[in-house]
């Protein structure tokens, strides 16, 4: 059965739920299709101890500040998830769960929307599938040798998992430093924490609110043709949450350099010397999850889809939302969200 709608949002996480909100306020009909079976997208499944780099009120969506947590001054992933479940029911949005979307097609003067469900016709479709369900390793030699446990930021939830154990985990950025901070400060977890290059906190006073603000500083600057102010790669790599600050105030955050290979039983650097290690925690970062976009034969350079502000370049139809600053300044926030898909729904809707 093929349904009829002015625009199909791809994702219902956070980059979704705000399209949708936009969309509403202009009176356009939309549907968003999700995979997840319930509200809260990707923070529904992070790590037990995460907590945001902000507060609550600088951590919001458009059209509701999200409340203050109790006895928090950084909202826990739970709290979150409280948030978007309550945002969705707000808002009264026409969030389809457990819809996964399989592909999109030109169709005439609409796009096709192959989901399980059934094919949706549409004036346009906004993506945003962000990049939670594509994690990123990186291919270093003997990973497929390794006879110790492997997983990936997505797979990790607490330190309990691994007492008793040696554990390298691998990445300069922030899920790295936090995930590394959280093991180091559970004595009964011997971590080892490797990187590519002298990790680089941010100072302790710069939170989310500052980093929001230098994103779209460089945005600005980029689009008025002004030099490359850097962004928020300028600061550093690692916000210093508090507890990467106790990690590291604490001497248990000292990264060591990557090492060149996996062994059986464990790790070997460059200058001939190893380690015993029972698990590896890859925290490499993600790819943009494009893959249903994969039939409009879009993609560019680094497998990104060349866009305009939040608007493919190859398919006007096509907007793109919440993958980062590609896609709008600092867009895979929950604060940095809400301009890009406003400006998304303003675009569609100028379309007709």
């Known amino acids: 059965m093929t349904r009829h709608t002015d625009v199909v949002v791809i994702g219902g996480g956070q980059a979704g739920l705000a399209a949708g909100y936009h969309l509403r306020r202009r009176r356009l009909d939309h549907v968003i299709l999700d995979a997840g079976t319930a509200p809260g997208g990707s923070w529904r499944h992070m790590w037990d101890s995460l907590h945001l780099f902000s507060p609550a009120p600088y951590s919001s969506l458009p059209g509701r500040l999200m409340p203050v947590q109790a006895g928090e001054i950084h909202p826990d992933a739970g709290h979150v998830v409280d948030y978007l479940t309550d945002y969705e029911k707000r808002y009264d949005l026409p969030v389809h769960h457990g819809t996964r979307v399989a592909a999109v097609r030109r169709d ?17 479709v ?20 390794f006879t110790g446990r492997q997983l990936h930021t997505v797979n990790y939830r607490r330190p309990d998992d691994f007492a008793g154990q040696r554990v390298i985990v691998v990445g300069g950025g922030n899920s790295g430093a936090q995930i590394a901070a959280d093991l180091a400060l559970d004595n009964r977890v011997e971590v080892t924490w490797v990187t590519q290059r002298p990790p680089r906190f941010l100072a302790d006073d710069i939170d989310g609110r500052a980093l929001f603000d230098v994103a779209t500083a460089r945005r600005r600057a980029l689009d008025a043709g002004r030099g490359d102010t850097g962004g928020v790669a300028s600061l550093g790599d690692i916000v210093a949450v508090p507890p990467v600050r106790a990690a590291r105030d604490a001497g248990l955050l000292t990264a060591k350099p990557m090492f060149t290979r996996l062994t059986a039983d464990g790790v070997r650097w460059d200058d001939g010397s190893g380690a015993d290690v029972d698990a590896v925690i890859w925290c490499t970062g993600f790819r943009p ?3 249903p976009l994969a039939p409009l034969r879009l993609r560019g350079p680094r497998g990104r889809i060349p866009t305009e502000g939040t608007r493919a370049l190859g398919e006007p139809r096509l907007h793109l939302l919440g993958y980062g600053d590609w896609t709008g300044p600092a867009s895979a926030t929950l604060i940095g969200v809400g301009r890009p898909a406003r400006d998304a729904a303003r675009a569609i809707a100028q379309l007709w």
Do not use: K, N
């Not at 005439?108 to 346009?124: F, H, K, P, Q, Y």
């Open 126 to 145: 906004v993506s945003a599938t962000g990049t939670w369900s594509r994690p990123f390793l990186p291919a270093v030699p003997g990973r497929g040798v």
């Open 289 to 291: 999850a494009l893959a």
């Open 108 to 124: 005439d003067d609409r796009l096709l929307v192959e989901a399980d469900s059934g094919t949706w016709r549409a004036r346009a």
